[in-house]
């Protein structure tokens, strides 16, 4: 079913308003009123939930050829605007009085998005706008504290997602010219009869601009030096939002534009997977700067969540796993850098004797960290679950053990991280009281969407 109406796209108009009211007012309120820009910003996001629950509830359909309103976006936009709602809540009490305080808002929701579109791009065109709104607004998002750290951070990050982003435009040529369209439907259709190695090419090429999207490897680098040395409700932002819209475009584009067995996807994309979540694991192990621990945590995630984009295709249980898995890990990345927000430290010693100074903080971190291990009853422990059970039923049995086993050895560095919770403290806590809210909802949260699976994975 195809529309044109643009009140389909209600959510995304939402978020486009707000962002555009809020520059607006930015330009003339004085400095010390410029948080009624964040109050724009998140009626805007809450807004946007708002008619993205009723929009998930109606039937599929495509909006202007290009956009594709099903599960796989009513799950990308429900994500990202809440996560990005949170964020907005750990970067208030950090950029207030700011003078650009305004444009920091307006940046964190064009990036959001871009990455929503992203998820919903059913065109390879779309595809690359979507792509480049939700990567320029991070890049003055990751240099925005003009330090030393802030600045190299972003260089890097932008340098990266230049190189690979003409990489992506070069294959999503190539496709274009071999498979005589740009829509994924006839995409499908045209890549079915085309040379298999001219096809395998442009495949390689656009999937360079999406793992790094995703912060996987071979694009994962900039994925530690961005999350250490931007500031810290960016670094969350970054290590969440984009990730889920491109984890959404990359199942989209493997389950509709490509046909079965197209340039051996399922090989490719299982041993991606394989050597991001082994290799992030490896390198987490020695991190004492939880903000780097943190960083290279999410790159052994994205590990998993290319598991389901693997099967995509293969079984039925891809497309649930991989939208509950998505889920899960945005909530609970999300919660762990609010505590690292809100306790104010980087390093693990700083941690000691969290859980008595400050146990509902304390607490939350324990989730959100058993969480990444999919520790029931939290919500990645469903999402792994769902992801095993993809892994097997598609035939690849290999890669869902070298999942288990690289689950089983994350338990080290995050235990490296739990433990000194239980020391004696230091001295007195005192957490960043908006900060500690977002990391004891996401917590809880995470708590309910593991609980409540059955109900949520029925409807």
Same mark, same amino acid.
């Given at each position: ?248 475009? &990359?199942?989209?584009? @493997? !389950?509709?534009?490509?046909?079965? *067995?197209?340039?051996?996807?399922? #090989?490719? =994309?299982?041993? $991606? /997977? ?111 679950? &769902?992801?095993?059970? @993809? !892994?097997?039923?598609?035939?690849? *049995?290999?890669?869902?053990?070298? #999942?288990? =086993?690289?689950? $089983? /050895? ?50």
């Amino acid at each position: 079913m195809t529309s044109e109406n643009p009140a389909d796209l209600a959510p995304e108009l939402c978020v486009l308003i707000a962002a555009v009211l809020g520059l607006v007012n930015g330009l003339f309120l004085p400095r010390e009123r410029q948080w009624r820009v964040a109050v724009v910003c998140a009626a805007g996001l809450v807004a946007g939930l708002a008619v993205a629950g009723v929009a998930a509830t109606r039937a599929d359909l495509t909006v202007f050829d290009s956009l594709a309103l099903d599960p796989i976006t009513h799950v990308t936009r429900i994500t990202v605007l809440g996560a990005t709602l949170g964020v907005l809540v750990l970067a208030a009490g950090r950029v207030r009085d700011h003078p650009r305080e305004s444009e920091h808002y307006v940046l964190i929701l064009l990036a959001a998005l871009g990455a929503i579109v992203l998820g919903a791009a059913s065109d390879l065109l779309v595809l690359v706008a979507a792509y480049l709104l939700a990567s320029i607004p991070a890049y003055a998002l990751a240099g925005f504290a003009k330090d030393a750290p802030g600045t190299e951070a972003a260089l890097k990050y932008y340098l990266m997602s230049a190189l690979l982003g003409v990489f992506m435009l070069a294959g999503v040529t190539l496709l274009f010219g071999v498979g005589r369209g740009t829509d994924y439907p006839v995409l499908r259709a045209g890549l079915s009869g085309a040379p298999p190695a001219a096809v395998a090419v442009g495949v390689v090429a656009l999937l360079a601009g999406l793992l790094f999207k995703a912060g996987a490897v071979p694009g994962h680098f900039w994925v530690p030096d961005v999350t250490e040395g931007a500031p810290p409700a960016i670094a969350a932002f970054v290590t969440t939002v984009p990730k889920i819209g491109a984890f959404a475009a &990359l199942y989209r584009f @493997a !389950a509709e534009a490509l046909p079965p *067995g197209a340039a051996g996807w399922a #090989a490719l =994309v299982a041993v $991606v /997977a394989a050597v991001t979540m082994t290799l992030g694991n490896l390198a987490a192990f020695g991190q004492d700067n939880v903000r780097r621990l943190l960083a290279y945590s999410t790159v052994s995630q994205a590990g998993y969540l290319l598991v389901p984009v693997t099967m995509a295709g293969r079984t039925g249980l891809a497309e649930p796993a991989l939208l509950y898995y998505v889920a899960a890990y945005a909530v609970t990345n999300l919660g762990a850098f609010a505590v690292v927000l809100a306790h104010g430290r980087d390093d693990l010693a700083g941690y000691a004797g969290l859980m008595r100074g400050s146990p509902l903080l304390g607490l939350s971190l324990v989730v959100c960290l058993l969480g990444f291990v999919g520790t029931p009853p939290t919500a990645v422990f469903v999402g792994k679950v &769902l992801m095993f059970g @993809a !892994a097997l039923d598609g035939g690849y *049995g290999w890669l869902a053990v070298v #999942a288990a =086993v690289n689950s $089983v /050895a994350s338990v080290f560095y995050y235990l490296r991280w739990i433990v000194p919770l239980f020391r004696r403290p230091d001295g007195p806590s005192r957490p960043a009281a908006g900060a500690r809210a977002v990391a004891v909802a996401a917590a809880l949260f995470s708590l309910a969407l593991g609980i409540g699976s059955g109900l949520a994975l029925t409807t």
